[in-house]
């Protein structure tokens, strides 16, 4: 007999949503060998090309020397609350807080412990948590891990959360604001003029979550709120080194207070191993390379814009305004045979789809990295359209 989980795997592929696994060999230069195949790799968060540098990789290993002083270690060995503290996460912690401005900073190992771990300490029976429909699936677990009350408002309808605030600040003791200011799947950006007008308005929190926008956004690369001016507005401001940074682990930036009472509380820092020292110092040689990176940032932002209008041009459904730049598929199955036929012509594009998405918006999630030439970008417009004009032929 088919066990209830073989029957759920079937229904998966029956809808043509069933997820594998694949092992890629990276080969530099934003390209990757899959399947025995040379392919330009559209599905990366590498978004400065820093997980592709390898001089840049060999300069920090120089740093290693000949004698090991544990600088270097593969290894915590213990949750930081017990031995597996150091001085490097204190140091990376400074840095943070210091470019930041902020007047603490909490080292977490990915932006998923953050988001779990950061909401249900902070907020409870009598709060309210007000999010964003189309945040990411960790703070959606965060708020579920949480006992506060949550409500989700539209993606990115700050009426229809005004109204939120107008209707149920009194009713509440705490109420925080949790939105990304970049969101993954659609590449478009938060108003986070507004939302720090709504926070003042009503005396509220607000929570931001800047994992795809650290390293491309601001003149340091501090994300979105520095570009915007916002930084000292934000009061949790969550960023993330597994992505532009090419690293993992993810950091809050909050006061004194707060840092205290996350580490008396939050379940996914207390009860996890700390990050490996390696990490925690290659986090830091990364973090002040990336301060530096403004002119690759430029770059980033103009073969994103280039690629959107040229995507718009051949009629096909784009939006957002970041380097992620989506193309509405639509159907499950035609999103599965359009990504397959782009990787035969030399192109990395994985079919995103539902729960990731919503229902009837398959598509393609377009990644693009600094180290991308337009050179490399230009045929996929016209590819794109014309798997579109095939499949239209179809129906």
Not at 78 to 95: F, I, K, V, Y
Not at 172 to 192: C, R, W
Not at 274 to 287: A, C, E, K, Q, S
Request: hydrophobic content about 40%; some cysteine.
């Amino acid at each position: 007999m088919t066990s209830r989980y073989g029957k759920k795997l079937q229904t998966l592929e029956a809808k043509a949503r069933l997820r594998s696994l694949h092992a890629l060999e990276k080969l530099g230069h934003c390209r990757v060998e899959y399947n025995g195949r040379s392919l330009l790799n559209l599905s990366s968060n590498d978004y400065l090309g820093l997980g592709q540098d390898i001089d840049l990789r060999n300069h920090f290993y120089q740093g290693l020397g000949g004698e090991q002083d544990g600088s270097f270690g593969l290894a915590a060995a213990s949750s930081r609350l017990l031995t597996g503290d150091s001085l490097l996460a204190h140091d990376l912690e400074n840095d943070l807080a210091t470019s930041y401005g902020a007047e603490a900073v909490l080292l977490f190992n990915s932006g998923y412990h953050a988001n779990i771990g950061i909401l249900p300490a902070l907020y409870g029976k009598g709060d309210l948590i007000l999010s964003d429909k189309l945040n990411h699936a960790s703070i959606h677990d965060g708020l579920s891990l949480s006992r506060a009350d949550h409500k989700r408002f539209r993606h990115c309808d700050y009426e229809q959360l005004h109204n939120l605030l107008r209707k149920h600040r009194d009713t509440y003791d705490q109420v925080v604001i949790v939105s990304e200011s970049v969101f993954s799947m659609d590449g478009d950006v938060a108003d986070i003029a507004r939302l720090v007008d709504l926070k003042k308005e009503f005396a509220v929190k607000l929570y931001l979550d800047e994992a795809h926008a650290v390293g491309v956004y601001g003149e340091k690369g501090l994300g979105k709120a520095e570009e915007l001016g916002f930084l000292q507005d934000i009061d949790f401001l969550v960023g993330t080194f597994g992505k532009a940074l090419a690293s993992i682990g993810a950091f809050i930036c909050c006061s004194n207070q707060i840092r205290t009472f996350l580490i008396n509380h939050s379940r996914s820092f207390i009860f996890t191993t700390g990050l490996p020292p390696v990490t925690l110092n290659w986090n830091r040689f990364i973090f002040h390379h990336m301060l530096g990176m403004s002119r690759e940032r430029q770059h980033l932002q103009q073969i994103s814009t280039q690629l959107r209008l040229a995507l718009a041009d051949k009629g096909l459904s784009t939006g957002g305004n970041s380097n992620i730049v989506p193309v509405l598929i639509g159907k499950d199955s035609t999103a599965l045979e359009q990504a397959k036929a782009m990787q035969e012509l030399g192109f990395l594009i994985l079919p995103v789809r539902p729960p990731t998405v919503p229902e009837g918006t398959a598509r393609f999630r377009l990644s693009l990295c600094a180290n991308m030439q337009w050179q490399d970008l230009q045929e996929i417009p016209g590819l794109l359209a014309g798997l579109a004009d095939g499949a239209h032929g179809e129906k």
